[in-house]
């Protein structure tokens, strides 16, 4: 077991239990959401559960264009850091 492994799993188990982005970050040191995304690895069991979370909070129709715009988004990046 390394340090590395160590955060990776740090990282993953508390978004896992409830902890907010922000608050693992600061728990890790992490300055940059992109090194962030990187450490904490989504299940896709937990992908599932939270779209359906934000659905029923903005209803069917702001969930297809919340996905579309994230789609959007997705094929326009380029890959640089903010």
Do not use: F, P
């Not at 090194?35 to 939270?50: F, P, R, S």
């Not at 779209?51 to 094929?75: E, F, K, Y």
Request: hydrophobic share 35%.
């Amino acid at each position: 077991m390394t340090h590395h492994i160590l955060r990776h799993c740090n990282s993953t188990h508390n978004r896992e239990n409830g902890a907010k982005d922000y608050e693992v970050m600061a728990l890790l040191g992490q300055q940059s959401t992109k090194i962030h995304t990187i450490y904490t690895h989504a299940d896709w069991q937990n992908i599932v559960a939270a779209t359906a979370r934000l659905g029923a909070a903005i209803g069917q129709d702001g969930l297809s264009a919340w996905l579309s715009a994230q789609r959007q988004q997705a094929d326009s990046s380029d890959g640089t850091e903010d």
